[in-house]
């Protein structure tokens, strides 16, 4: 059922699962929980047309730390963020679940094969029909990549067509017996039964119109900036904020940097790009491989190979000077531009808090303090080093660095992914983080959270089919715990 909260006669309703947020984490929940027979409640704060000003707003606040597009790097309506996502995926990496000596606080209290299964079922949901990313060897429909050799390797991404989840699953939501979804139902708190759970959800319409869910349990899923800041919030009726028994809430914000630190040219015509494999996309990048990741004390990272005629960067005499190897002329060259896509380490510093000004539903706005350790740079350096080394003693090519690592060039603005991540990150113990393996708040029995807020780490991957993932192994989760109750 897909309806409007303005239209809704009742003021108090029930089920067994209240989630709040209509993005792909709160659809992929929603609609498992109903195919394994549970009643739910889904809120979304949108309507089904893209969100006007008003909507919108609810998402401003202020940027304190680096430039941020807090309102553009996210939508409100049915369908969520997918409105506007590029489709690319790949799965993490077993090493990004890791704890690594070299970065404080990695390590997630789950391995990556216990992801596997729900990895499966997250490709068919993005409409992904191959879960095949080819280990370190080259599939034999590649073309001419660089060699696997002297700690560099290749990883590839996969393409979803991207799936906007708002028109993929309208249809399934609407015709749904199990779920119950209201749209302009925006979550405004929580009421808390007693120690350690959750009794109901408030929420509220644009125009006023109020409703209370009272549910077995309750996912929130709103977005890696909204689901820390929605419990922020919560410090108004309680002296801790629900989630904040550790200060990891709304701490260790991570995003996907780029940088571009220069120009690879080779003798060869290399194929990093898109390949069209059995009817599907699939693209080839340079990665690092674990061993090095770990013995050089890195963080991850891809090299994305973009073809470019000529660099205006690079001249002419470069070609002829003996440093470069003898590539042959300008004309004889390939030449590309290396953008790096790298794991930051997560950050108490870099987080989301609460401003002062209120936003039309009464709830603090968000202040986005976005910053990086200075190891992260240090990692970066040593990487692009790595490559530039690679390229020397493989005779491969060379790497003519336009944007080396200084003072000045890691303040500039970074590029990002606009993956909102690390806000109410996972731990094994509650003093490390805000939710537990399960992605259940440390301290409840039944309040949980859905997305890449509770990633601890991030590797080098595009988040959502992760946030997917972990979505179908929470509805199986969240069964298991209601059949037991
Ligand atoms: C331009 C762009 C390109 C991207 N490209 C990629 C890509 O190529 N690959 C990739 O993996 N990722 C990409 N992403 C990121 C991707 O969109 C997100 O990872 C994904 O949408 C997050 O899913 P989510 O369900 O956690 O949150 P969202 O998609 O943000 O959904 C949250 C939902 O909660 C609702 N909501 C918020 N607050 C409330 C409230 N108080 N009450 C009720 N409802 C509420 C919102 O309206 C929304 O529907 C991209 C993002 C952008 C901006």
């Not at 209370?212 to 349990?217: G, L, P, W």
């Not at 260790?252 to 571009?260: L, N, Q, T, Y």
């Not at 015509?269 to 996309?281: G, I, M, N, R, V």
């Not at 993932?469 to 059949?483: F, G, K």
Request: with cysteine; hydrophobic share 40%.
């Amino acid at each position: 059922m897909l309806g409007s909260l303005d239209q809704l006669a009742e003021a108090v309703i029930e089920a067994d699962v209240c989630v709040v947020g209509a993005g792909p984490a709160g659809i992929t929940l929603a609609l498992s929980l109903a195919d394994l027979g549970r009643e739910v409640v889904l809120l979304e704060g949108g309507g089904l047309a893209p969100p006007g000003p008003e909507e919108l707003d609810l998402y401003a606040g202020e940027v304190s730390g680096r430039k941020y597009p807090l309102r553009a790097s996210r939508l409100r309506f049915f369908g969520g963020t997918t409105g506007h996502w590029g489709g690319w995926s790949r799965p993490l990496d077993p090493i990004d679940l890791a704890a690594k000596p070299h970065i404080p606080f990695s390590g997630w209290p789950l391995e990556r094969s216990g992801l596997d299964p729900w990895y499966a079922q997250a490709h068919q949901w993005l409409e992904i029909p191959a879960n095949e990313y080819f280990g370190d060897r080259a599939p034999p429909f590649a073309g001419n990549l660089l060699p696997a050799t002297l700690g560099l390797t290749t990883r590839y991404f996969r393409f979803s067509p991207p799936t906007r989840y708002g028109t993929a699953y309208r249809d399934r939501v609407a015709e749904s017996l199990r779920v119950r979804c209201y749209l302009g139902a925006n979550a405004t708190g929580l009421e808390r039964a007693g120690e350690g759970r959750i009794r109901a959800v408030f929420a509220r319409s644009l125009q006023g119109k109020q409703l209370e869910v009272r549910a077995r349990n309750v996912v929130l899923a709103m977005g890696g900036i909204e689901n820390a800041r929605f419990l922020l919030n919560s410090a108004e009726q309680t002296d801790t904020a629900i989630g904040n028994h550790s200060d990891w809430l709304g701490r260790g914000f991570m995003d996907h940097p780029g940088w571009s630190p220069g120009t690879v040219i080779s003798q060869d015509k290399l194929a990093y790009h898109q390949f069209t494999h059995e009817e599907q996309l699939v693209m080839p990048v340079l990665g690092i491989a674990d061993d090095v990741l770990m013995n050089e004390r890195l963080v991850n990272c891809c090299g994305i190979l973009h073809p470019v005629s000529f660099d205006e960067n690079i001249e002419k005499a470069y070609f002829s000077n003996p440093w470069s190897g003898g590539l042959g002329a300008a004309g004889e060259v390939s030449s590309y531009r290396l953008q790096l896509i790298f794991e930051p380490s997560p950050c108490r510093a870099s987080r989301v808090d609460l401003t002062e000004q209120r936003d039309a539903l009464g709830l603090r706005r968000a202040n986005l303090h976005w910053t990086f350790n200075d190891y992260d740079f240090e990692m970066l350096e040593r990487s692009i080093s790595l490559i530039n080394a690679y390229l020397g003693q493989t005779g491969m090519g060379r790497l003519k660095l336009v944007k080396p690592v200084n003072e000045s060039t890691v303040k500039a603005p970074i590029g990002t992914g606009l993956h909102h991540m690390g806000t109410t990150r996972m731990s094994a113990a509650p003093s490390e983080g805000v939710v537990d393996a399960d992605c259940r708040v440390h301290g409840f029995d039944n309040l949980y959270i859905a997305g890449s807020s509770v990633f601890p780490t991030v590797g080098f991957s595009n988040p959502t089919l992760t946030i997917v993932a972990l979505a179908c192994r929470m509805a199986n989760r969240i069964d298991q715990e209601l059949s037991r109750a």
